[in-house]
C-alpha cells in the first residue's frame, strides 16, 4: 500500500517509520527545511503546500492520504488556512484523480468537543467548541467527512493531548502550580500507531475514532504521580478560579481552561486496536528515568 502523508512533522514521522517496512510512504512537507528527517523516516520526501493544488501534482498517487499538517501552533485565520482551505485543496485534488485513494484520514483533535464539566464524551456525543481555532478544527472535520467523491472515504482521528518524546513536559506537573481539570493524553507512538491501524480497517464512510489512551486523569492526581516518580515534592494546586483571577489570560485561553470532559477510546478498542502506552503511567518512564538521571 502507498501512503501519502501530508505534514510529515511529530506525528507524521512517526508514521513513516511505522509503516516503512511494510509500505511505500509519501512524507510532503511545505519546506524543504526537514525533508531529511522524512527521508531518515523512511520514506519518499516531497516539498509541496497542501493548499497548492499545481504543488500538489508532485506528488504520486496512494492508495491512502493522512492530511497531518500542521498551523505551527497560531491562531484561528491561519488554523482556517490550513486545516479548511488546505484540506479542502487535498481532497479535491486526490479524489479527483484518475487514481484516486480508498481513503483519507484527517487528524483532527478531541478539543471539538467543547466543555462537558469533567464527565465522559465519546464518538456519539454532539461537537460543541468553545474556541474560534476548534470551530476550525470541527469545519474542517466536516471537509473530511462529506467532501471525499471518487470511491474515496473519509476518516476523521480525533487526536488527544499528544505527548512523547521532545513534548513530555516534565517540569509544567513537577514544579507546578497545577491548576484542576482532566488530561486526556495519547503517546506519540500510539497516535501514529492508531492511524496505521485504521488505514488496514474496513471503517464505515466517514468513521469518527477518538485516539486517547485508557485513563484520563485529574491533572492534580497526574502531579502529584509524576511528582513522585521524580523524587520530586507534591507541587502547589489551584483551582479555575484561582488561576483565572491572575487576569493574564486571553479569552481563548480562559475558554480552553474551562473546558473539562473524559475522552472514551472505546471504539478504538473495540476495533482490535492494542496499545504501545495504555497509559501516562507507561508512557512516561522514559522521561522519569531521564529526568532523575540528570
Not at 507524521?12 to 531529511?36: F, I, M, P, T, Y
Not at 504520486?60 to 482556517?80: E, Y
Not at 464518538?123 to 462529506?146: F, G, I, Q, S, Y
Not at 505527548?163 to 516534565?170: A, E, F, I, T, V
Request: glycine share 10%; with cysteine.
Amino acid at each position: 500500500m502507498r501512503v501519502v502523508v501530508l505534514g510529515c512533522g511529530y506525528v507524521g514521522l512517526e508514521l513513516a517509520r511505522q509503516l516503512g517496512d511494510d509500505h511505500d510512504v509519501v512524507g510532503v512537507r511545505r519546506s524543504d527545511a526537514g525533508l531529511e528527517r522524512v527521508a531518515a523516516a523512511g520514506a519518499r520526501a516531497v516539498s509541496a503546500d497542501v493548499a497548492d493544488a499545481d504543488a500538489l501534482s508532485a506528488v504520486p498517487d496512494a492508495d491512502a492520504v493522512v492530511f497531518a499538517a500542521s498551523s505551527g501552533g497560531r491562531g484561528a485565520d491561519r488554523a482556517r488556512e490550513v486545516y479548511v482551505e488546505g484540506l479542502r485543496t487535498a481532497v479535491d485534488h486526490f479524489c479527483g484523480r484518475a487514481d484516486p485513494p480508498d481513503r483519507l484520514v484527517y487528524t483532527s483533535s478531541t478539543g471539538v468537543y467543547g466543555d462537558h464539566g469533567g464527565d465522559w464524551v465519546d464518538e456519539t456525543t454532539p461537537v460543541e467548541p468553545t474556541t474560534e481555532k476548534t470551530a476550525v478544527l470541527a469545519e474542517a472535520e466536516r471537509v473530511a467527512r462529506e467532501r471525499p467523491a471518487g470511491g474515496c472515504d473519509g476518516t476523521v482521528a480525533r487526536f488527544a493531548g499528544l505527548y512523547g518524546p521532545d513534548r513530555y513536559r516534565l517540569e509544567r506537573y513537577v514544579e507546578g502550580p497545577v491548576t484542576e481539570g482532566y488530561l486526556n493524553m495519547v503517546h506519540r507512538d500510539d497516535a501514529a500507531g492508531a492511524v496505521g491501524f485504521l488505514l488496514a480497517r474496513d471503517l464505515a464512510r466517514d468513521a469518527v475514532v477518538n485516539v486517547v489512551d485508557d485513563e484520563p486523569v485529574s491533572k492534580w492526581a497526574f502531579a502529584d504521580w509524576l511528582a513522585g516518580q521524580c523524587g520530586a515534592e507534591p507541587p502547589r494546586k489551584r483551582t479555575v478560579e484561582e488561576r483565572l483571577a491572575d487576569g493574564d489570560l486571553s479569552e481563548t485561553a480562559e475558554r480552553r481552561l474551562r473546558t473539562s470532559k473524559r475522552v472514551s477510546n472505546d471504539r478504538l478498542r473495540e476495533l482490535g486496536y492494542e496499545f504501545a502506552y495504555p497509559t501516562f503511567r507507561e508512557g512516561y518512564r522514559a522521561a522519569i528515568t531521564a529526568y532523575r538521571g540528570t
